[in-house]
């Protein structure tokens, strides 16, 4: 399979905790994002990475939460000291971009964080 | 800031009716416009990308429609199947990297 891959699929942490989910991209594609999505809600965007680079990070993206690309390739999304209001889907997508027209973005099968 | 907005939240169909479900966003400069299917507990699925420049994209028996002026755009179903009971989510991307999602649209195809 040579999609979108995350992993874990599933963690239960108690509060207080650091997670670490970890994404790999399409093999071709330069661009990776993180959103996160709770029950009922469309997917909040997180931030994203053109290549190694990142690029462009949101105000939902606290200080415990730390996204890296290190080589360009996989993606680490660290959440430390979690909370309750943590607990959502982590979804990782991944895209041609960088020149018009930018390309589709494939999904990811998610993470799903419970903090308990 | 962006906002999608998609209506209805909630729809429910027999099967082999045509639907159409909306979409609209509040700022016209857009890069593109993308549906998405979501099956419960899943990731995404792509359906269609629309460009800035494009007015429609086909796939199948989906069909996708973008008027910027307006800020809308619709996902037309033909023929709908039990199969394509799912959640639809549109997605506008107004910069280099943010996408900005609407809520979805819960479709249920009655057999």
């Known amino acids: 399979d040579t999609g979108v891959s995350q992993n874990p699929r599933h963690k239960i942490t108690k509060r207080g905790q650091n997670v670490t989910f970890r994404c790999d991209p399409i093999s071709e594609h330069n661009r990776l994002y993180w959103y996160r999505q709770t029950l009922g809600q469309g997917p909040e965007f997180l931030t994203y990475f053109q290549n190694e680079a990142q690029l462009e990070k949101s105000r939902l993206l606290s200080d415990r939460f730390s996204a890296e690309r290190p080589k360009g390739s996989f993606s680490t999304l660290e959440i430390q000291r979690t909370e309750q209001g943590d607990s959502a889907m982590y979804l990782c997508?991944?895209?041609?971009?960088?020149?018009?027209?930018?390309?589709?973005?494939?999904f990811g099968p998610g993470t799903r964080l419970l903090v308990l | 800031k962006q906002e999608v907005t998609q209506i209805p939240a909630a729809l429910s169909v027999p099967e082999g009716e045509n639907l159409v479900l909306n979409c609209s966003f509040t700022?016209?400069?857009?890069?593109?416009l993308q549906w998405f299917r979501q099956d419960p507990g899943k990731g995404l699925t792509s359906l269609l990308l629309?460009?800035?420049?494009?007015r429609e994209q086909t796939s199948g028996r989906l069909n996708a429609s973008l008027d910027k002026s307006s800020g809308r755009s619709t996902l037309y179903i033909a023929a709908s199947q039990p199969g394509d009971s799912a959640t639809y989510l549109c997605a506008v991307k107004t910069n280099a990297g943010k996408s900005t999602f609407g809520d979805g649209t819960t479709l249920t195809v009655k057999p």
């Open positions: 629309i460009q800035s420049s494009q």
């Open positions: 700022d016209s400069a857009i890069y593109n």
């Open positions: 997508a991944s895209s041609l971009g960088g020149q018009i027209p930018e390309m589709t973005q494939y």
